[in-house]
């Protein structure tokens, strides 16, 4: 580096007064003595003299490299599509790998290195792992951050932090929602105030040493210029008093760096790869360092006929930096009231009111392996609900929950699926939503009767395919939070039995080379029949098992005593849509049949 180069970092220096200074000859002494005095050049000189005392107070201007994160390289080995193969093949390549904790030379970076050269010898062929996985040690919170299954790996966690005085990232800090835990933190958005994008938040996690993250769906709002395309954003803060093991890695040797000053005046990194759809971004704070990864191509894919499209497209710089022009990269976490985490408290006032908009639990049904609930949604007169009700062309948008959650004390996140429906009252601003929910037990069931549970709501949205782009737009959202504690307890708890000894029946087990299904004699050992469906055991050990001929049109059917006929799928299953949220009459069943015309009757002790 030159003394142009010094100054150069110096964004308050102007480069024509450095070019002017050092192409005036150095007088000697003796022109020096006889030369008329300028005032020029004494204030250049007291200038860069000023500067110098600078300098040495505050540290050179620094211009953040790829180097100054840089860990380590290596040879891996990936699959990747081959267009003109048509198949994946195996591909060495060099990966580098940095950290985002801070710059080489810091505390931080120094405990990440050490981490790094430890993981490179600690359980190389992954011996240790494999023979504890499924059983590997529970160890405190604190440590939850560094992923260790061994206590060994403890160890060099506090080993690590002392030597380098840092500390612990520490135990997560747990919240009801992402939206309550930002408000705890006092964060608002990562955006800066009035930025033209929209950030709209998925997850977000904090530690107790107060490393915080966010990963949010990110889009511009305006100018016809910039990157019209949603993007998946996620961003770091990580505090230079802590540990962190953070890695990014850059496999292939065709990332580049630049770097770029922020509208908002903040120096960044860029690390891009023309090949790899996530960047990198890395901004070097007085006391945190804050890293982005953010989707820098849209691909998207298929088609003759199979439809969407786009295929890929990337970001120019220019667009990039107006993304970055958004960031508000002086965000700091700070903790505030610890009750501000619980967000919305669990009610058993089964009528909720949120901002206007009213959600009504008004059924909950269960049979022991599923759970049906039907909401009544409310909104103000003038608000058209029943525009976005659930519709088979998904281009035209439907209202759905952001968040829709049901825990018990036995099953802490049941899988739940759900549609908005009419509730024909003949009101444009009532809807009605049919919420099934539904999880595996490996014995038992599920879901018991008389069981406390919990169901958690969380903004109202409209989001519609976007056919050019490739990808879903929010039409329309609402702010609100519905949280109900309900008790199980009406529905159908009971079983039936409809084989006492096995039987032979034709079930189909596969399908062939030509695609058509293959149907064996298989011996069956029970099928039950619940509320909401039944289930079966077999001898079969090859794989799954389908009771139906979908091509053929034969279905299991549950006959009522009244001739009403309920067709089930392969599995036992509801096979019509309109039957969810519908229970089986068990005391109306009078016999079943099977797709081969096997009759089956309730067995009787």
Not at 326 to 339: E, M, Q, S, V, W
Request: glycine letters at 8%.
């Amino acid at each position: 580096m030159n003394g142009k180069d010094l100054f150069l970092g110096l964004k308050y220096v102007g480069e024509d007064l450095i070019d002017e200074a050092e192409n005036q000859p150095f007088p000697s002494r003796a022109v020096r003595a006889e030369a008329p005095r300028k005032r020029r050049r004494p204030l250049l000189i007291a200038a860069l003299i000023a500067l110098m005392l600078l300098l040495v107070g505050c540290g050179v201007v620094y211009v953040l490299k790829m180097q100054d994160l840089k860990l380590g390289e290596a040879q891996v080995t990936e699959d990747r599509w081959d267009n003109e193969q048509h198949t994946l093949v195996s591909q060495t390549l060099s990966q580098q790998t940095l950290t985002l904790s801070g710059l080489k030379g810091t505390p931080s970076y120094q405990a990440a290195q050490a981490w790094y050269e430890f993981e490179q010898t600690y359980d190389p062929d992954h011996n240790i792992i494999n023979s504890i996985w499924g059983n590997v040690p529970e160890f405190p919170e604190q440590y939850a951050f560094y992923n260790p299954y061994s206590q060994e790996m403890v160890d060099k966690i506090e080993e690590i932090c002392s030597e380098y005085d840092l500390k612990l990232i520490g135990a997560p800090v747990k919240a009801q929602s992402a939206k309550a835990l930002l408000e705890y933190l006092d964060i608002s958005s990562i955006l800066l105030p009035d930025a033209p994008a929209k950030a709209s938040l998925d997850t977000a996690s904090y530690y107790e040493g107060g490393y915080f993250r966010a990963d949010v769906t990110f889009r511009m709002t305006d100018g016809t210029d910039i990157w019209p395309y949603q993007s998946m954003l996620s961003f770091l803060y990580s505090p230079k008093d802590c540990f962190n093991n953070d890695l990014f890695d850059l496999t292939g040797d065709d990332w580049q760096e630049r770097n770029y000053t922020t509208a908002s005046g903040q120096d960044v990194l860029i690390l891009r790869s023309p090949s790899v759809w996530s960047s990198g971004v890395f901004c070097d704070l007085e006391d945190a360092t804050v890293a982005l990864r953010i989707e820098t191509i849209h691909q998207v894919g298929t088609d003759e006929n199979g439809y969407q499209e786009v295929i890929e497209t990337s970001m120019t710089d220019e667009q990039l930096n107006q993304i970055l022009d958004t960031i508000n990269f002086d965000l700091k976490p700070i903790p505030g009231d610890p009750a501000i985490l619980e967000g919305q408290k669990p009610s058993t006032d089964l009528t909720q009111t949120q901002s206007g908009y009213t959600v009504e639990v008004k059924q909950v049904i269960s049979d022991g392996t599923k759970v049906s609930i039907t909401l009544g949604v409310t909104a103000p007169e003038d608000v058209d609900l029943e525009q976005y009700l659930a519709k088979d062309n998904f281009y035209t948008g439907s209202l759905s929950f952001n968040s829709l959650r049901f825990t018990t004390s036995q099953v802490p996140g049941a899988g739940a699926s759900y549609r908005a429906t009419a509730d024909n009252d003949g009101k444009i601003n009532t809807v009605n939503f049919s919420v099934d929910i539904q999880e595996y037990a490996e014995e038992g069931v599920p879901f018991s009767k008389g069981a406390a549970c919990n169901l958690y709501l969380q903004d109202l949205r409209v989001d519609a395919w976007n056919e050019e782009l490739c990808q879903f737009d929010t039409l329309w959202s609402m702010d609100g939070i519905w949280n109900f504690d309900i008790t199980l307890e009406d529905g159908e708890w009971r079983e039936i039995e409809f084989i006492g000894e096995p039987i032979t029946t034709k079930a189909s087990t596969g399908w062939d080379m030509n695609g058509n299904d293959v149907f064996e004699d298989v011996t069956l050992t029970s099928l039950k029949l619940r509320g909401f469906g039944g289930s079966f055991t077999s001898t079969w050990e090859d794989g799954g098992l389908d009771l139906a001929d979908y091509r053929g049109g034969k279905f299991p059917t549950v006959v009522l005593k009244d001739g009403t006929e309920i067709q089930l799928n392969g599995s036992l299953g509801f096979y019509d849509s309109k039957d969810y949220g519908t229970m089986i009459p068990l005391d109306e069943v009078d016999h079943l049949v099977l797709m081969d015309g096997t009759v089956l009757y309730p067995v009787t002790e």
